[in-house]
């Protein structure tokens, strides 16, 4: 990864409420534009996948991610990132219904 720069700050108007709140949308220009690999992005989601995990430990119709990584919900983050730009308008919806319906087993 690159040295952390100098502090900045922006302004946004009319942004999608989804991508403000996913974090898969907010890393995909770092990872186009090379500032990050994609192995180094699927190690932080792995890290950060655990951490959910615990998170939900009392939930019990929650699915862990950890530690095989293989399911759905880990999917659908990865492809999130790693597929962000393949989406019409940076949308998230085609990824997360496609992935909903998975996990569905349509």
């Given at each position: 990864m690159?040295?952390?720069?100098?502090a900045f700050s922006a302004t946004t108007e009319n942004v999608d409420a989804e991508f403000v709140t996913i974090a898969g949308p907010q890393l995909v220009v770092p990872?186009?534009?090379g500032f990050c690999e994609g192995d180094q992005v699927m190690e932080t989601l792995k890290r950060m996948a655990t951490v959910v995990d615990g998170q939900n430990v009392d939930d019990p119709a929650y699915t862990n991610m950890a530690p095989?990584?293989?399911g759905v919900a880990f999917q659908a983050a990865?492809?999130?990132v790693l597929k962000g730009r393949e989406q019409p308008n940076g949308y998230t919806?085609?990824?997360l219904h496609g992935r909903r319906l998975e996990a569905k087993g349509h």
């Open positions: 690159v040295p952390e720069g100098e990872v186009h534009h095989t990584f293989d990865s492809d999130l919806e085609p990824v």
